[in-house]
């Protein structure tokens, strides 16, 4: 049986929770295999809407076992938040596997991430605050603590007060901030030992034996392509690796069980934070885009970024993910422009570029090459099948296909969980 990666294919937000709801009742396993709680997943199930943050989409699927897997960086408030949050809502938290190697976001790593980019000014990235990329950070320094940590508490403390050893330096002497007490750092994080243990698994040995069993596994990349820290936007970019092989490092699962990839491309692009965005409006035209759209941080609350579509970006997703099919969200928000600009190429120091410069430079030079296709004006959301859509939305939806280089496999005409339009089956 299969093993599926769902990513996003462009800076994110393009929907991978609508994706992964749509397929949770499908599959025995939703794995989250990199980032935190600086994701952001709207789900929307009848007229219930969830928003998650740190937990995998799956788990509003009954039968649907979630995984928080060993890439994953965890906040225990946040998730025993979100847990209890779920839970008084009826949902059916107790599925729920954490791997022991997953890295924990102490309160020092908040305070660094804050401070850090507060000192940045204008030079800051856009970070969430929310000690992210200072865990990510010490886990590459060697000096993080995992959760396994929490149940030995001499090797804990030891690590506690390594870390603190630079970071208070940092604090004190070029912040002027207090000192962190290491003490009642391991206090907090020995009081989330007992709640975490239910939880806590070899979630690779679990993964591993589950795919030997022929189960369904489903990967959740939270972020997306141009957000990975290697493949992305740099510097302006999260912690870790979104891409599809940041599926097998932050689950220790192999290459080889990956049989599809799958890649969310909103019908428009979005970004939140400070980087490039050649296709970016400032005009009447972005504003409609985001107030039709909804565009506002599930995570962040900060208004989105708007644009049109870019199909340089989505051809190199396609690369660099070795994407096999796409899922088009959001191709409703379209509806009422008569004519919708798509970015087929940039234009650099009047050179004409169609795959994304590997020069950060050129990146920002970069200006859109517009073609225009027709638009359409009638109501799509209660379309069931291709043919359902307008003539103009059907050409719209095969043009960017042909731009993006896979398959256009799925479609959202709505927030609703029913309100998709399936193609291709992804299983």
């Not at 039968?63 to 779920?86: A, H, K, R």
């Not at 790593?109 to 800051?124: H, I, S």
Request: charged letters at 20%; one cysteine or more.
């Amino acid at each position: 049986m299969p093993a599926l990666v769902l990513l996003g294919a462009q800076w994110g937000d393009e929907g991978k929770g609508k994706a992964t709801d749509l397929l949770g009742g499908s599959v025995d396993y939703v794995v989250r295999y990199q980032g935190g709680n600086n994701a952001g997943h709207t789900v929307v199930v009848g007229d219930q809407k969830y928003a998650l943050h740190l937990l995998p989409s799956g788990i509003l699927s009954p039968g649907c076992t979630p995984v928080i897997g060993n890439g994953v960086v965890v906040d225990p408030s946040v998730l025993f938040s979100e847990l209890s949050g779920l839970n008084e809502r009826g949902v059916d938290t107790s599925k729920l596997l954490i791997s022991g190697n997953a890295h924990i976001i102490t309160p020092y790593n908040v305070t660094v991430d804050k401070v850090t980019e507060r000192f940045l000014g204008k030079r800051k990235i856009g970070t969430t605050g929310r000690g992210i990329g200072p865990t990510y950070a010490d886990k590459i320094n060697r000096v993080g603590i995992r959760v396994q940590d929490l149940y030995d508490e001499s090797i804990l403390t030891q690590k506690v007060e390594a870390a603190l050893d630079a970071k208070n330096q940092m604090l004190t002497k070029l912040y002027n901030r207090r000192a962190i007490a290491g003490e009642q750092v391991v206090e907090e994080l020995l009081g989330y030992a007992d709640k975490l243990a239910p939880y806590v698994a070899d979630t690779v040995l679990v993964l591993n034996q589950a795919l030997e069993q022929d189960k369904v596994v489903l990967f959740e990349g939270g972020q997306g392509t141009l957000l990975d820290i290697d493949h992305g936007t740099y510097p302006f970019v999260t912690s870790s690796n979104p891409t599809a092989g940041g599926a097998c490092t932050g689950s220790g699962v192999g290459p080889t069980k990956i049989s599809r990839v799958i890649g969310i491309l909103k019908a428009y692009t979005t970004r939140v934070g400070a980087g490039p965005f050649p296709t970016e409006l400032f005009d009447e035209d972005g504003e409609a885009l985001r107030r039709i759209g909804g565009e506002r941080g599930v995570t962040t609350g900060r208004d989105r970024r708007c644009g049109w579509f870019d199909a340089v970006i989505a051809r190199y997703a396609t690369r660099v993910n070795g994407l096999t099919d796409f899922f088009l969200t959001k191709l409703d928000v379209l509806t009422g422009w008569e004519q919708i600009p798509v970015c087929v190429a940039y234009e650099i120091d009047g050179r004409r570029v169609e795959e994304l410069p590997y020069s950060q430079s050129d990146f920002h030079h970069a200006k859109p090459v517009y073609e225009t296709l027709p638009g359409w004006s009638e109501d799509i959301t209660g379309a069931k099948s291709f043919s359902d859509l307008p003539k103009n939305a059907q050409a719209y939806v095969r043009a960017l296909e042909e731009m993006s280089g896979a398959p256009i496999s799925a479609i959202g005409v709505g927030p609703g969980r029913d309100e998709t339009i399936e193609i291709n089956s992804f299983l």
